[in-house]
Antibody, heavy 121, light 107 residues
Framework: DVQLLESGGGLVQPGGSLRLSCAASGFTFSSYAMSWVRQAPGKGLEWVSTISGGGGMTYYADSVKGRFTISRDNSKNTLYLQMNSLRAEDTALYYC??????????????WGQGTRVPVSS | EIVLTQSPATLSLSPGKRATLSCRASQGVSSYLAWYQQKPGQAPRLLIYDASNRATGIPARFSGSGSGTDFTLTISSLEPEDFAIYYCQQRSDWPFTFGPGTKVDIK
């Protein structure tokens, strides 16, 4: 079974940093692009970032460009999201999601349960 | 950025009835549109991808249609477990965007 397990969330002050992780199992990790999607409390879904299967291609929403960095370690089957200069509006549940294939982006075929990131002083 | 509009915002129906949900894109997205279901406290689940393809394990009562700017998700006969929020999402262009959702609740 495909499993995605996020971790690393927690309360952070505005301007602070946090690194989210997503441990993947049940599939050949390097064969799939991976993404982060977030959901603010009581709100809808917002795509944040995508990385290709090999890690060489990355894409970001304008709202996080320059502040967030997506990366992956295919030897550890783990996806990361480094979040810097956090703002109150980054408060959300952050989901890790698997794309359809290594270089086919934007169809989120599997999702983790999410990790919460509240940004508050 | 491609804006997706979903209607209605809320759909109140009884089990066994047919549900028709609409998603409209601000510009053409070809067939690069997906539908997701989200229940309270759960992660979203992919139902339909590329407008009309059912994802693995999705019951046949769920169907998708449309291309260009107008898309429809149809649930042929609502089961109790189908009451949830449904989101459409486009992957035609970066940034990928989601619609605001349609809540299907029990009448």
């Amino acid at each position: 079974d495909v499993q995605l397990l996020e971790s690393g969330g927690g309360l952070v002050q505005p301007g602070g940093s946090l690194r989210l992780s997503c441990a993947a199992s049940g599939f050949t990790f390097s064969s799939y692009a991976m993404s982060w999607v977030r959901q603010a409390p009581g709100k809808g879904l917002e795509w944040v970032s995508t990385i290709s299967g090999g890690g060489g291609m990355t894409y970001y929403a304008d709202s996080v460009k320059g502040r967030f960095t997506i990366s992956r370690d295919n030897s550890k089957n783990t996806l990361y999201l480094q979040m810097n200069s956090l703002r109150a509006e980054d408060t959300a549940l952050y989901y890790c999601a698997r794309d359809q294939s290594a270089y086919s982006y934007g169809t989120f075929t599997a999702w983790g349960q999410g990790t919460r990131v509240p940004v508050s002083s | 950025e491609i804006v997706l509009t979903q209607s209605p915002a809320t759909l109140s129906l009884s089990p066994g009835k047919r549900a028709t949900l609409s998603c409209r894109a601000s510009q053409g997205v070809s067939s690069y549109l997906a539908w997701y279901q989200q229940k309270p406290g759960q992660a979203p689940r992919l139902l339909i991808y590329d407008a009309s393809n059912r994802a693995t394990g999705i019951p046949a009562r769920f169907s998708g249609s449309g291309s260009g700017t107008d898309f429809t998700l149809t649930i042929s006969s609502l089961e109790p477990e189908d009451f949830a929020i449904y989101y459409c999402q486009q992957r035609s262009d970066w940034p990928f965007t989601f619609g605001p959702g349609t809540k299907v609740d029990i009448k």
